[in-house]
């Protein structure tokens, strides 16, 4: 289907006038890009998007009918949330795997600065949002991603998994630059050293931490 919004096509970051008629969640600007992505491995991950827009549906329709519980019993599947994640032949992240990760049970590690490399402040909230997010914290410290990589070029979840590493051991403010060097790997039209929006900065983040 054909839209109009500022968001960035995934590829290479121009202002989108397309979106997958599968998944509806990855954008681009033509077709030329669209055809590029799905070859790359869309193909393979488009199924599973679906999967996971199908989920987020399920769960917004539960709490508008009154479903309410507290945040433990949160993490345990509704009715037919179980069954529809085993008819997937893919899943992104074992349940059981996160539900582990978010009761880890070590006291994490206390916070750490983040120097400004210029005009850095957008970039460096959102990191310091993920460096503290326990589940996802856990999963490097504990698991790491870096040996199950299998990514040939630049990889920002590798990147970040060093960053965390550096920012549980270290007692004093650092730089990001490693991560800040590489803006446009992780969005087209993010720039070193320019003002850019937090808020785009994080779902470029986010979806980078989805195809990885």
């Known amino acids: 289907g054909v839209i109009g919004n500022g968001d960035s096509c995934v590829v290479c970051?121009?202002?989108?006038?397309?979106?997958?008629?599968g998944c509806k969640l990855v954008r681009y600007c033509s077709q030329a890009c669209q055809s590029s992505h799905w070859r790359s491995g869309h193909k393979t991950k488009c199924k599973d998007f679906q999967l996971s827009g199908k989920v987020i549906s399920m769960q917004s329709a539960s709490m508008q009918r009154g479903h309410k519980s507290s945040t433990a019993l949160a993490l345990v599947p509704a009715s037919g949330t179980t069954k529809t994640l085993k008819q997937s032949e893919k899943i992104l992240f074992p349940y059981e795997d996160f539900v582990e990760l978010f009761n880890w049970d070590k006291p994490g590690f206390p916070p750490c600065g983040l120097l400004?490399?210029?005009n850095s402040c957008f970039a460096n909230v959102v990191l310091q949002c993920l460096a503290y997010t326990r589940p996802l914290v856990a999963y490097l410290l504990e698991k790491g991603h870096r040996r199950e990589c299998r990514r040939n070029d630049w990889?920002?979840?590798?990147?970040?998994?060093?960053h965390v590493e550096?920012?549980?051991e270290s007692r004093h403010p650092f730089s990001p630059i490693n991560i800040l060097s590489r803006l446009p790997n992780i969005g087209g039209n993010?720039?070193?050293g320019k003002q850019e929006d937090a808020h785009e900065f994080m779902?470029?983040?986010?979806?980078a931490l989805v195809l990885f």
Do not use: V
């Open 203 to 207: 779902r470029f983040l986010l979806l």
């Open 166 to 168: 550096r920012a549980s």
């Open 190 to 192: 993010l720039g070193y």
């Open 155 to 162: 990889c920002f979840l590798c990147e970040f998994q060093t």
């Open 116 to 118: 400004n490399c210029g």
């Open 13 to 21: 970051g121009n202002l989108t006038t397309k979106q997958c008629a």
